[in-house]
């Protein structure tokens, strides 16, 4: 009978204990998560050369992404392109995100002149003075700057996403065959991220 208390006991305490150890597992996963959307070159110079029908799907989630990202308090990127010998030129309608883009004036804005956002930019410095350590990106064009920025992302060792159906190109199967060849990741997934992470 008193082996059976014992035994009683140390499984009580184990289960306190294990339940206790997962809670604190939860917590530290919880803490890791620092997401921020980067929202990339949607500009009115480039959209013109995209195929259409993506464009329109695209430019649709990409606010719905923007009001999902800002409803949970996740910072949102504005990177722009820039060439000195292509433009377009700062200032002008051309440089601009069309009007009906969600961004606010005061969401951190990046201008680019390579087609990867951290490549002598202010991006990761940005990033990593609000703690952010995973990046979720959407624009155009998966295939350019998108994808260079991915692969940049990489290089400054972000946790780093493309968003499904929140890409485009001039070619809708190169933006299905880089949302395959990547991963794309959908609404489910990134609202789960967002709903656990540390913020």
């Not at 700062?90 to 601009?96: H, P, V, Y």
């Not at 804005?109 to 952010?132: A, C, H, M, R, S």
């Not at 485009?168 to 959908?186: C, Q």
């Amino acid at each position: 009978m008193k082996n059976k208390i014992i035994q009683f006991i140390v499984i009580i305490l184990f289960v306190i204990i294990s339940a206790d150890s997962f809670s604190q597992v939860q917590k530290e996963l919880k803490t890791q998560i620092k997401p921020a959307l980067l929202v990339i070159d949607i500009q009115n110079a480039y959209l013109s050369g995209m195929a259409q029908k993506e464009k329109e799907t695209a430019m649709l989630n990409i606010n719905y992404y923007i009001q999902l990202f800002r409803s949970h308090d996740c910072p949102i990127i504005r990177i722009y392109h820039y060439s000195k010998q292509w433009g377009p030129e700062q200032g002008t309608e051309q440089f601009e995100f069309p009007s009906s883009v969600l961004i606010k004036p005061d969401d951190p804005k990046v201008i680019k002149t390579y087609p990867d956002g951290f490549n002598k930019t202010e991006l990761d410095k940005v990033l990593k003075e609000k703690g952010i350590n995973t990046v979720f990106l959407c624009g155009l064009s998966s295939v350019g700057c998108v994808l260079a920025t991915w692969i940049g992302a990489q290089n400054y060792d972000y946790k780093a996403f493309f968003i499904k159906d929140a890409i485009m190109s001039h070619n809708e199967e190169y933006t299905s065959n880089i949302e395959t060849m990547f991963d794309a990741v959908s609404y489910d997934v990134i609202s789960l991220v967002l709903e656990n992470s540390g913020k």
